[in-house]
């Protein structure tokens, strides 16, 4: 397995992939890596001759210092783990200065409202710090495919709406949720959760299967109203927000329309540590 901390060299050997007519898939990651990843890898390399991981913890999508200081990083780790996973990959774990130069600021995104709701209303500037390292990847490794996990399901819709504003010939694919034995969405930031944290934080997904169940027969009014209670002295959560919205235009349901498809968000912290999760609310997506 090839690790590449440059772009120039990174780029050389995409272009010698590309002339040999090998389809080139990218997997952009922050690292600490865990089997959520690995499964996006896994579905990258059934479709893909090259499958490339990024491993770079991006400052400008964190609007909080402490997180970004507190992200777990672990690139010895990641690799060993992607080695045991396939010896044909490749991975592009930059500095900040080569991916960024002597300006690590975000450009301004409008991705038509996309960045206003949920994750965009709690975290300010993190759809456009998102938004400048996706696109700056793509342009640098120029993959034909790249994966992005549904678990950051707001995100996947913003890549591809940057996709739709930019022309950039990249294929979006979303991956489903992968979660620990408990239902719990994995994520790198369950690493700074212990044991009892772990086991009550499963609650957020409890939360979201009865969620699917009541969006059959109940309002999204009601649905909001008893998520809130379902929280309120939780020993361990405490919820951020809870929405239900349109699959494409994540827009806040008013009511339900005949041939929308609908998601129910979930944000939540333990301590400082955030979750997020979601759900597919209808069969047919
Ligand atoms: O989902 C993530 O890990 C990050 O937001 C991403 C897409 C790698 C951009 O830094």
Known sequence: MQVFKEKTPLQEAIKAAKSKAETIGLVPTMGALHQGHLSLVKQALEVCDRVIISIFVNPTQ????????????TLPEDIKLLEEASSNLWVFAPTANELYGDNISSEQFNFDGL???MEGKHRKGHFDGVGTIVKRLFEIITPHKAFFGEKDFQQLQIVRKLIEKTGLPVEIIGCPILREDNGLARSSRN????????????FIYQTLL???ELFGTKSA????NWVKEQFTNHPVLKLEYFEIADTR???KINRKRKGNTYRAFIAAYVDDIRLIDNIALNNEE
Request: charged content about 45%; aromatic content about 8%.
């Open 115 to 117: 960045e206003q709701v």
């Open 62 to 73: 964190f609007d909080n210092p402490k997180d970004l200081e507190k992200y777990p990083r």
């Open 249 to 251: 235009t994540l827009e």
């Open 221 to 224: 009014e009601y649905i909001h």
């Open 210 to 212: 009865k969620v699917k």
């Open 191 to 202: 690493e700074r959760l212990n044991t009892n944290e772990r086991e009550k934080a499963s």
